[in-house]
């Protein structure tokens, strides 16, 4: 079992960035596909990022591709998301998620979610 707990959001200008981390405990978090979702008001949940298991791996959504990056440190049981370039519509809460099977964009993949941490972008 993986628990997820993120944070770095905030309020940002537009064109500014921020990093978001999501710290995981349990000793098998270097076997988790890890990813980054995020939740606007009123919208679905949509895939941001996510990298494989040994950080070789990552799939950028086209939404964000060129501004942010995934990265994670499993001697340190972290992940990362990069936000440059930031837009008003990167507005969301943002949640860090664990896949136990593979790198993936689809949600039903992941099985274990943090709690969100709010970005707000302002124009």
């Known amino acids: 079992q993986v628990q997820l707990v993120e944070s770095g959001g905030g309020l940002v200008q537009a064109g500014g960035s921020l990093r978001l981390s999501c710290a995981a405990s349990?000793?098998?978090?270097?076997?988790?596909?890890m990813g980054w979702f995020r939740q606007a008001p009123g919208k679905e949940r949509e895939f941001v990022a996510g990298?494989?298991?040994?950080?070789?791996?990552?799939y950028i959504a086209d939404s964000v591709k060129g501004r942010f990056t995934i990265s994670r440190d499993n001697d340190k049981n972290m992940v990362y998301l990069q936000m440059n370039s930031l837009k008003p519509e990167d507005t969301a809460v943002y949640y860090c998620?664990?896949?136990?099977?593979?790198?993936?964009?689809?949600?039903?993949?992941?099985?274990?979610w943090g709690q969100g941490t709010q970005v707000t972008v302002s124009s």
């Open positions: 349990g000793r098998t978090f270097s076997s988790y596909a």
């Open positions: 990298i494989s298991w040994s950080g070789g791996s990552t």
């Open positions: 998620s664990a896949s136990g099977s593979y790198l993936s964009r689809y949600r039903s993949e992941y099985n274990y």
